[in-house]
């Protein structure tokens, strides 16, 4: 009975884990690496933005959206994860786009210096941003909400709304442009485009210029994963998911932990590889996985998780497929 009771409570975890957990991600703009002197900030074809602020100016994309011309309106369909996904990819339009569904950052006719989308410095002219998307998007606090209607458009502007996580839609498709504290200076695709990270939950999630959706935007990298980000964990991320030969979990810790166990669990809550026990510095960090149990054994392809946690209490979890 304590087994059964003990399989439960596993497996209510990971339950848990995959309907309730954030997505992290740290987005890294390096104004250098921009192509565009007109659109880089100040900066471009190997120099530096001097900016002291730089803001992101980002928008999510959740739901399937359909133009209702007698409202004069939007009507949002989140319920089927494939059209929600579909639309996300396909409504990249430039210099607007109805994949700004969820939009923080003041800009507009009045830009705001108001510490909403605020960028970190890293100097040498490299900003970057870091949030859990779910947070982010649904803080009435963050999320802009001032309608704007095109005047030479018969439909205007998606309505930008604060994202109730309840009513359905997914984190697909991020916009992004940046400026400096006063609009004067700003960043955006080669053209002077919007820039997209699409796919953003699957294992190949990329960056894309609205101007030319088949070119990729080096000057953007970023991290995405699983986290908190006021947890212990920054993100968890697995590269390559399906593992297939090897896979590299990377992570980072927020604060030292005395007692850090990182396992391999199956499906039914049965911890199948150990692959870190002990005392753990804080910092960014990776380990390797090749699909063995604690024997060094092959195990079956399937679904696998691998689990964070510390005398116990976890807080932090990531699927993995194994396909060899």
């Known amino acids: 009975m304590k087994k059964k009771i003990t399989f439960l409570i596993v497996m209510l975890f990971f339950m848990n884990v995959a309907f309730a957990q954030n997505h992290y991600i740290k987005i890294t703009l390096d104004t250098k690496l921009m192509s565009s002197l007109d659109y880089s900030l100040g900066g471009g074809g190997g120099n530096p933005s001097a900016c002291t602020k730089v803001y992101a100016h980002l928008g999510l994309c959740t739901c399937d959206l359909d133009w209702n011309?007698?409202?004069?309106?939007?009507?949002?369909?989140?319920?089927?994860?494939?059209?929600?996904?579909?639309?996300?990819?396909?409504?990249?339009?430039?210099?607007?786009?109805?994949?700004?569904?969820?939009?923080?950052?003041?800009?507009?006719?009045?830009?705001?210096?108001?510490?909403?989308?605020?960028?970190?410095?890293?100097?040498?002219?490299?900003?970057?941003?870091?949030?859990?998307?779910?947070?982010?998007?649904?803080?009435?606090?963050?999320?802009n909400t001032t309608q704007f209607i095109d005047p030479n458009d018969p439909h205007p502007v998606v309505q930008s709304t604060v994202w109730n996580t309840s009513d359905g839609g997914h984190p697909y498709t991020i916009?992004?442009?940046?400026?400096?504290?006063?609009?004067?200076?700003?960043?955006?695709?080669?053209?002077g485009k919007d820039l997209f990270i699409v796919n953003?939950?699957?294992?190949?999630?990329?960056?894309?210029?609205?101007?030319?959706?088949?070119?990729?935007?080096?000057?953007?990298?970023f991290i995405t994963g699983i986290g908190e980000?006021?947890?212990?964990?920054?993100?968890?991320?697995?590269?390559?998911?399906?593992l297939t030969n090897q896979s590299q979990i990377v992570y980072t810790l927020l604060n030292e932990i005395n007692n850090l166990q990182i396992d391999i669990?199956?499906?039914?809550?049965?911890?199948?590889?150990?692959?870190?026990?002990?005392?753990?510095?804080?910092?960014?960090?990776?380990?390797?996985?090749?699909?063995?149990?604690?024997?060094?054994?092959?195990?079956?392809?399937?679904?696998?998780?691998?689990?964070?946690?510390?005398?116990?209490?976890?807080?932090?979890?990531?699927?993995?497929?194994?396909?060899?």
């Open 69 to 143: 011309s007698g409202t004069y309106n939007y009507d949002r369909d989140c319920v089927t994860p494939d059209s929600n996904s579909y639309f996300c990819s396909h409504q990249i339009l430039p210099y607007r786009s109805n994949v700004w569904e969820h939009v923080v950052g003041n800009w507009g006719d009045n830009p705001q210096d108001d510490g909403i989308g605020l960028m970190t410095t890293l100097g040498n002219g490299v900003y970057s941003i870091e949030f859990t998307i779910e947070d982010y998007f649904s803080n009435p606090a963050l999320v």
């Open 175 to 191: 916009g992004m442009v940046f400026r400096n504290e006063d609009g004067l200076l700003t960043g955006r695709d080669d053209l």
């Open 200 to 221: 953003l939950t699957t294992p190949n999630p990329q960056v894309i210029q609205g101007s030319d959706v088949a070119a990729s935007f080096p000057a953007i990298t």
């Open 229 to 242: 980000i006021d947890n212990r964990i920054h993100y968890l991320s697995v590269k390559p998911n399906p």
């Open 265 to 324: 669990y199956n499906v039914f809550g049965q911890k199948v590889k150990s692959l870190f026990n002990g005392p753990h510095y804080s910092g960014s960090y990776n380990i390797n996985w090749d699909g063995t149990n604690e024997n060094g054994k092959s195990l079956v392809n399937g679904m696998y998780y691998i689990t964070i946690n510390t005398n116990g209490k976890y807080f932090a979890s990531a699927k993995i497929i194994l396909s060899k």
